[in-house]
């Protein structure tokens, strides 16, 4: 597999690219997800918006409460991506790979004068593009509908915050585009590839906040008689909880968008909309707090892509 | 005369089980050849072999002089493949399937589009190459292939199983395609099971067996080798004995009794007049005589009687 090859692993990887990121402004299944997360944004704006001229008086980073404001019933903007960028990164590559097998797409299209390489990656970069495209827009609805209802334009910070944060959840949706890909090459089934990745959202959305105590329990009992192991197993709990790429994005978007966030200390995404007392950082210092949280995003993103691209390298073309 | 696609001793093994077992192959600049053999002999895996799309487990194959391991895109961008049951995108047109694959082909757009127009004229898709392919019937889903073929405008061209699960005039079309190919000066692999569509197109096939290719030459001197003759004569007739009258007689290769009072005649030449003269000389009653010239088909079933005969000893 490591053997010396001739040519560019790289060629043809911008045209697989292009149709697959066409494929799925095309697909009606997209279409879906995307008016679900446009409908739920608008919601949380909106209602964020009522309540912010309710209760805020005074904010130096009012643009930022747009973002993370939740209002009963509704979570806040950020709460809502959270929840809903997974399924748009699922929807995308559930069935990118064992789609070209279901379709006996795959020999006709690999014997054309490109590497594997290519195709996988290409597959992966259109669905970023798709990712990276419905950020931009939500993105700048926000900004607009911001300064149409507030009546104030963002601050130099507030934007630099603001991209920093479209950032982390383009990371974000990366890892779960990397999941579904990944999936998408392990299972021949579509079905199946959707249940299981599904299934790993589940788990890390709603399951890994209750399961992360139930671990640290088991792996560091608490001694009564040292007060010390029960800062130690809140350490680990901690530690177990940064598994889930939900937990690391609720921090990231706390120390982007609450500029008054100095540490993670004990804190879960469940308080994410709470607003922290303090002084707030300068936007250096927030990107030095979420930088560990970023990077190992990138990390997780970077396994699960090298494994997704080892499986479909080592695998049979034919169906 | 040029050696194009050459393998030497390929092996194939899945997990234990042999799919290719010592294949040599040489396939000559300008031929038509054919791959035969039953379903689950090895002729995909070998296909699959010389395009390096699968790795062998041992033996080398040389493509156009290059080894599709180490140089796959040279490989792939001079041979073209129509694989067995070939998939389309069907949300797409036929148009725009192609231009997927002249852009991964890498044909500057200009020219790419010049030649989409052209290769779907001559297989006569042209007034649905805006229609969705997922609206195609099988010929039709071929035939694109076949334009997929033309717009590369390779050396080679391997089709898998090209006419298997098309009605007999789709066939016939396909056909006469891949034919038109093959005196444009292009290189044409197939493979089959359908003998009567390789005997018809093909210069000269390769019989495989179990991963294994039993018998490889021109089809006419196939049929020499198996038959032991070009022509089967079957004859009914009562009161002799068949074998016993012919025997040692001139362009008789064979004789074998199907049935009581009928009997099979494998010869060289046309020699009905011979036969039944032999017959009202022995005293004979001779009711009926029918000829044909013997088909692949006729090596296909005797070569593989014989190997299963084997088989079985
Ligand atoms: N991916 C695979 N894993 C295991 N065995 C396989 C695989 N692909 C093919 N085979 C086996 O290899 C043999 C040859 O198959 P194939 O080349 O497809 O034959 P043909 O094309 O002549 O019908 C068959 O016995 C088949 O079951
Ligand atoms: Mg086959």
Redesign the interface.
């Known amino acids: 597999m490591f053997r010396q090859r001739e040519g560019s692993p790289f060629r043809g990887l911008a045209v697989v690219a292009l149709k697959e990121a066409a494929d799925h402004m095309t697909s009606m299944r997209v279409h879906l997800v995307m008016l679900l997360i446009l409908l739920t944004a608008l919601g949380s704006v909106y209602a964020a918006i009522g309540q912010i001229k309710e209760t805020v008086g005074e904010d130096a980073f009012l643009f930022l409460r747009l973002f993370t404001t939740a209002r009963e019933p509704l979570p806040s903007f950020v709460a809502f991506l959270g929840f809903l960028l997974p399924l748009v990164a699922i929807a995308l590559g559930f069935d990118s790979i064992n789609g070209e097998y279901n379709r006996r797409t795959l020999p006709r299209v690999l014997s054309q004068p490109i590497y594997r390489d290519a195709l996988l990656t290409g597959k992966f970069v259109g669905g970023l593009i798709i990712i990276g495209m419905c950020l931009l827009v939500l993105w700048l609805l926000m900004t607009g509908l911001g300064i149409l209802l507030l009546g104030l334009p963002p601050s130099g910070e507030e934007v630099l915050r603001g991209i920093a944060y479209l950032f982390a959840a383009f990371a974000y949706a990366g890892v779960w585009l990397a999941v579904a890909l990944l999936f998408s090459t392990l299972f021949r089934t579509p079905a199946t590839s959707a249940l299981a990745t599904l299934t790993v959202w589940l788990l890390m959305t709603v399951f890994w906040s209750m399961l992360a105590p139930l671990l640290a329990g088991v792996l560091a009992p608490i001694d009564p008689l040292d007060p010390m192991t029960a800062v130690h197993q809140v350490e680990v709990q901690q530690a177990i909880a940064r598994i889930s790429p939900n937990v690391l994005y609720g921090e990231m978007t706390l120390g982007l968008l609450h500029p008054e966030t100095r540490t993670f200390g004990l804190l879960f995404p469940s308080q994410v909309s709470q607003a922290l007392m303090g002084a707030p950082l300068p936007v250096s210092q927030s990107l030095m707090l979420i930088w560990p949280q970023l990077s190992s995003m990138i990390a997780a993103f970077l396994v699960l892509f090298t494994i997704a691209y080892v499986s479909f390298q080592r695998q049979e073309i034919r169906p | 005369m040029s050696v194009v696609i050459e393998t030497k001793g390929l092996v194939k093994r899945y997990r234990g089980h042999v799919a290719v077992n010592g294949v040599d192959l040489t396939i000559e600049r300008g031929e038509v050849f054919g791959l035969l053999g039953p379903n689950g002999s090895g002729k ?1 895996t070998t296909i ?1 072999l010389l ?1 390096g ?2 790795e062998p487990s041992g033996g080398t194959v040389s493509v156009l002089g290059l080894n599709p ?6 490989v ?2 001079r ?5 067995d ?7 797409l047109t036929a148009r725009e399937n192609l231009v ?2 002249a ?4 044909i500057e757009s200009g020219m790419a589009h010049r030649r989409i127009d052209e290769s779907l004229a001559r297989v006569r898709l042209e007034a649905v190459a805006d229609r969705r392919v997922g609206t195609f019937s099988r010929g039709m889903r071929q035939r694109l ?1 076949i334009a ?1 073929i033309i717009l590369k405008q390779p050396e080679i061209a391997i089709l898998d199983e090209p006419t298997s699960g098309l009605d007999p005039q789709s066939t016939h079309e396909l056909l006469t395609l891949i034919g038109d190919l093959a005196r444009g000066g292009m290189t044409i692999v197939l493979s089959s099971h359908l003998l009567d569509m390789v005997q018809s197109i093909c210069n000269r096939v390769a019989l495989f067996n179990r991963g294994k290719i039993g018998l490889c030459g021109p089809v006419e001197t196939l049929m020499g080798d198996v038959m032991g003759g070009t022509h089967t004569v079957e004859v009914d007739a009562a009161g002799i004995d068949l074998k016993e009258i012919l025997a040692g007689k001139p362009h008789v290769m064979r004789v074998r009794q199907d049935r009581q009072n009928n009997w099979r005649v494998d010869t060289d030449a046309d020699v009905r007049p011979e036969i039944a003269r032999h017959i009202i000389a022995a005293g004979g009653e001779l009711r009926r005589m029918s000829i044909r010239q013997t088909s692949l088909d006729d090596v296909y079933v005797r070569y593989f009687e014989e190997a299963a005969n084997v088989q079985a000893a």
């Open positions: 995909t699959l395009l799309l699968t391991l180490r140089d796959p895109l040279s792939k961008q041979v073209a493949f129509l694989p049951q070939v998939g389309f995108y069907d949300q997927y694959t852009r991964l082909a890498g292939g997929e």
